[in-house]
Every structure is written in structure tokens, then in C-alpha cells.
């Protein structure tokens, strides 16, 4: 004997006001639907899908494979800093060929400690007089600095001298303009054109911009479908493998994985019959697999967190961490591109508008950049990878001739400034197996006049700011002995794929490597 059940199913709601309901939202408005719904499936592990066959699903769909390029970092001064001359040398032909002494004046050097005295003259792991037989150009020579510049000051003391004995660089002589984020001057797109790519993301930026810094990009370059993800701290970090609570229930991100692809499974034979085209079904299905593949291989947010390696604590401890931002999201960024989870990272740094009528302002910020620069050098060392590193500011300062005498000015010459006519840029390359080797070029590409300005005249990146962004892309590409490629990686580059172009622009030589 069954007992009736006549209460009255709850109905939805009608509204005389409204029409009958033909979309979702008016479905779920009204009640008719609900908003989520269990499915019920077979047993999870006649579900399990091998391991093989979820990372080859995860390449195919573009969650990063195996990064084969050479990571890399932008450090971008926003406001205008001084790279050239009071930092890194430059001449009229190679770092050390003379410019005139108002020259050296404009670009903040007394008269009586310019780079004519070697005792001035410093590499990054030695001053010239320490070895009067190496010399800028040399198989065993770096990048020339002055040797009291506050940048190679702050780099020495996070780089160890094994490191910087590994390290190259290059100084880029092009103008740019003034205290202004509208200069393409970040080549991090053309980086990713020519093969870098992470685990994770393929750029990261710690500014929410195009550029994921300050400066903004060559558009002849942009690609919508790499925009620099931002991640400027740990925790920023930690968010890109967010995995909800599903691992920590399961406790294993194995069998989390398992259950992923279980709802993919089963998703996607929903998928089969919706009225879209493959390209559509593919893009939903692939959405699903990268999921499962995020689960399976980065369940664990602690493997990203660059406060948990020791790699990077000892380079950068806790403390600073939490207390000096430069450090801090240097710090993150070279975690994420030396383990490959990015291919590609910019750092951010703000206030190199430093002209406030004093030198230790610019001191004190030129040096804590060093800093960044020197730690994910050491970083990197430390990890046994190599790292290119491109600096870059918008425009620069230049002095009126007048010293400051206090503790931190150290008798140097004031930035008056703005002065666009004195920028360059700087790209170090560090390989672990050795000191990368330089091209004919040298350590210098373009050159500076007896006045201490930029040389526009006959240079092709002297004061066109895209075209230096190209250069950039172009050395990247010598590094991977892979310039042949130029043309197919960089189709919007002014510069051309001519030999007689290239060669004059190209300062480094292909890494061992990279035969």
C-alpha cells in the first residue's frame, strides 16, 4: 500500500511583466533552471589516463613544453636613468675611444676620473689595472663600466666573481625619448616569436600593461595571445597554479588529476554535439586538458614560490622579501623564466626620474638596480642556466657641471636634467659553461660623439627606438646561432636580414651551446 503524496511541487516563477523565457539568464532568472548540476559517472579509476598521454594532450593544446631558448629578463627603469657613461662606457667607436671632456661632464664624470685614466676603467669582475692585458674586446673582457659606478657597485654585491667571469655584455648606443612609458622599447614579444615560451605562461610582467613593464612594445610585434601575465610577488606567483581545494582533498595531485580528466571525459562528449565548429570544439576540449595538466604537474604552489627555493634565498633572503620591492619582484621574475614556468619577464622599476638637483639620488637607485641585475645573475648561477638580461630606461639625464659633495654624491656631478641625447641601453648575457663570446662588433654597437650625444647620423638604431627593440631580438637570435631566422621571427623588423645590416648590430656570438 503506497501513501499519496499530494503537496504541490514548488513551480517557478511567472511574471505577467515579462516574456516567456527563451535565453539561459531568463531561464535561470525565472527558475526553470538551476545554476549547476551534478553529474554522476563511472568509477574514477576506469578513468585514469596515463601520464604520457596527458603531457602529450598538454603540448598539443599549447600548455608550454620543455623551454629550448635561453631565458630571459627586461629590466625596465622607468623615468629616465643614467646608463651610459657614469654607468657603462661608451666612446666614439668602442668603449673606450675618448669623448671630449665636456662630454664626460654632461654625463656626470668630473674631469679628473674619466675613463682617460684607467684607474677608471672597470670590467664587471675586475678593474682594468688588475690585468693591464685584458681589455674591452678581448676573449677574457665583460662590458667596461667606470669603475665607481653605482650599478656595477650594487651588481658586485649580489653576483659572485665566478659569475661575473661568465657573464658578458653590450651597450646599445640609441636615444630615446624623455621620462615616458610611450617608447617601444621592450622587445619581450619579438623574445617569444623566436622560441621562448614557458611551463606556465609564456611572458610575465610585474605591471598589468602590454609590455609588463613601463615601456611599451614595437606594435609591429604584438601578439595578443602571449600578453604578459602580471606577477610581481610570491603570492602572485602561487595564483598562477591555484588549484582550488580538489589536491588538498584528495591529497595527492595524481588522483586530482585523475578526477579532472574524468570531467573532461565526460565534458567532452558534451562537446561532441554542441552546433559549433571544430575549431571551436577543440579550443573547449583543450581549456579541460590544460586543467587536468595544470592539476597533474603543478598541483603544489610551493614549487613556484620563489621564497621556498634556496636557490634564490640565498641570494635574496626572506627579509628583503618582504622589505625592498626591486628585489622582491626581481626575485620572483627569475624564479618563474630560470625554471622555466616563463619564457620571458619584465621588471619594473619606477623612479629613475632622478634629477632633483642632487647626484646620491640617482646613487642610491642606480645601485639597488644593480642589485636585482647582480641577484638573477647569481640566480641564475646558482641553477646552472644561462640568462640574457636587456636593461633599458626612457631617455636620460645629463649634468650642468656642478658637484655634489655629500656622503652618497661622493664628489660626482648633478643630474640637472632630462636629456635624451645621452641614453643607451645594456644586455648581459651569463652562460654557466663560460664567458659568452663576443662578434667582431664588440662590446659597443652604435657610437657616441666628442660631445657626449648619441651618434643619429648613419646608425640605424641611433634614434629610432623600434629598431633598437629589433637589434635586441636579433642578438637574442646570434646567442642560438639561429640570426638566418630574422627574417620569419621578426617579418615587421626594420632592420632588414641583409648581412651588411645585421652584422654591424650584432655584438654577440653563438653560445657553445648552440653549435
Known sequence: MSKRNDRKKPEPYRYPDHPRPVTRRQFLAQGFISGAAWIAGPSLLGLFKSQEARAQAAIDCGLGGPNSRLPFMVFDLGGGASIAGSNVLVGTNTQLDPLSAEGYVKMGLPTDRTPADPAFVADLSQTI????????????????????????????????????????????????DNDTGNNPHNPIYGIASAGADGALLTLAGTEASDSGGRSTIPMSMFDPTVRPTRVASPNEARGLIDTGKLVELLDDPADAAAVMAAAEAISGSKTARIPETD??????????????????????????????????????????????????????????????????????????????????????????????????????????????????????????????????????????????????????????????GLTTTGNQVGRFRLSGSVETDNSLIGDNVTALSYAVVLNYLALHNDVGSMGTVAPGSPLGTSPAVLDPLTAFAPLPRFP
Open 279 to 436: 575549431l571551436v570544439k577543440s579550443l573547449i576540449d583543450c581549456a579541460y586538458e590544460e586543467t587536468t595538466d595544470l592539476v597533474a604537474n603543478f598541483g603544489n604552489p610551493d614549487i613556484i614560490d620563489p621564497t621556498l627555493d634556496l636557490d634564490v634565498t640565498g641570494v635574496i633572503s626572506a627579509g628583503e622579501f618582504g622589505s625592498v620591492g626591486e628585489l622582491r619582484r626581481a626575485g620572483t621574475v627569475a624564479k618563474l623564466v630560470l625554471d622555466d614556468f616563463a619564457g620571458a619577464g619584465t621588471v619594473e622599476f619606477g623612479g629613475y626620474d632622478y634629477h632633483d638637483g642632487t647626484r646620491a639620488t640617482g646613487e642610491r637607485k642606480d645601485e639597488i638596480a644593480g642589485q636585482a641585475i647582480g641577484a638573477a645573475l647569481e640566480i641564475a648561477a646558482r641553477k646552472n642556466r644561462p640568462l640574457v638580461i636587456y636593461l633599458l630606461s626612457d631617455g636620460s639625464v645629463a649634468s650642468d657641471g656642478q658637484a655634489d659633495n655629500s656622503v652618497d654624491g661622493d664628489g660626482k656631478l648633478v643630474w640637472r636634467g632630462d636629456n635624451s641625447s645621452t641614453a643607451s641601453t645594456m644586455m648581459l648575457v651569463f652562460d654557466p659553461d663560460g664567458r659568452p
Open 129 to 176: 689595472t688588475d690585468d693591464p692585458l685584458i681589455l674591452p674586446g678581448d676573449p677574457g673582457f665583460g662590458l667596461a663600466f667606470h669603475s665607481e659606478s653605482a650599478l656595477l657597485r650594487g651588481i658586485r654585491m649580489r653576483a659572485s666573481e665566478t659569475t661575473l667571469q661568465r657573464t658578458s655584455g653590450c651597450v646599445f648606443c640609441a636615444r630615446s
